[in-house]
């Protein structure tokens, strides 16, 4: 009936990462009458197989426009359709189930678009690193107010820019043509 929320902040480093702990907030609750789990980690399937629904690897089978095999009225997408993977295809997995669920409520509704976005250049679609910001020694900036990060050369920002997938131009990122699985 609803989902009921905890804010939360970033608590001590426990086994070499930051944990997050709960907040001195009060708890938010949110009257739903359905909610959908979207939590990419580990995928539990046992109780949907044990339901019926088909899996290869502890991952859930879909059709083209990810609809679970053999369920019309299902819809599955991002890490517990295809492994675990980037941000960018769990929110291409997202878009598409969102518009085949679109869809399949018999709506076929666009999202307005009041800018001009420039047709992309061929980039070079090469994977890069990302650019590690470096900082300036304690023993200096302990003296001062300045920042602590150094920024980045012209060539940092070249090459951080260069992993720009497009997300917007290519893919179901762009929102208009066919509602199938983004590859």
Same mark, same amino acid.
């Given at each position: 009936?609803?989902?009921?929320?905890?804010?939360q902040m970033i608590g001590p480093v426990r086994g070499g990462?930051?944990?997050?702990?709960?907040?001195?907030?009060?708890?938010?609750?949110?009257? =739903? *009458?359905?909610? +959908?789990? $979207?939590? #990419?980690? @580990?995928? &539990?399937?046992?109780?949907?197989?044990?339901?019926?629904?088909?899996?290869?690897?502890?991952?859930?089978? =879909? *059709?083209?426009? +990810?609809? $679970?095999? #053999?369920? @019309?009225? &299902?819809?599955?997408?991002?890490?517990?359709?295809?492994?675990?993977?980037?941000?960018?295809?769990?929110?291409?997995?997202?878009?598409?189930? $969102?518009?085949?669920? @679109?869809?399949?409520?018999?709506?076929?509704?666009?999202?307005?678009?009041?800018?001009?976005?420039?047709?992309?250049?061929?980039?070079?679609?090469?994977?890069?690193?990302?650019?590690?910001?470096?900082?300036?020694?304690?023993?200096?900036?302990?003296?001062?107010?300045?920042?602590?990060?150094?920024?980045?050369?012209?060539?940092?920002?070249?090459?951080?820019c260069g992993r720009c997938l497009r997300c917007d131009r290519?893919?179901?990122?762009?929102?208009?043509?066919?509602?199938?699985?983004?590859?």
């Open positions: 009936t609803a989902l009921i929320t905890q804010p990462r930051p944990a997050p702990m709960a907040a001195d907030k009060p708890t938010r609750r949110i009257e =739903a *009458d359905i909610i +959908l789990i $979207a939590v #990419g980690q @580990d995928v &539990v399937s046992g109780p949907f197989e044990e339901f019926g629904m088909s899996t290869t690897w502890g991952c859930f089978n =879909a *059709d083209d426009h +990810l609809a $679970a095999e #053999g369920y @019309d009225h &299902v819809f599955v997408g991002g890490d517990c359709q295809t492994g675990p993977s980037t941000v960018i295809r769990a929110i291409g997995a997202g878009k598409v189930a $969102a518009r085949n669920i @679109d869809e399949f409520l018999g709506y076929h509704h666009k999202l307005p678009c009041d800018i001009d976005v420039p047709e992309p250049l061929q980039n070079d679609r090469t994977p890069k690193g990302r650019v590690e910001i470096t900082e300036r020694p304690a023993r200096e900036r302990r003296l001062d107010f300045d920042g602590v990060e150094n920024g980045m050369s012209r060539e940092e920002v070249v090459q951080e290519f893919g179901c990122g762009v929102m208009e043509g066919g509602r199938h699985q983004y590859a």
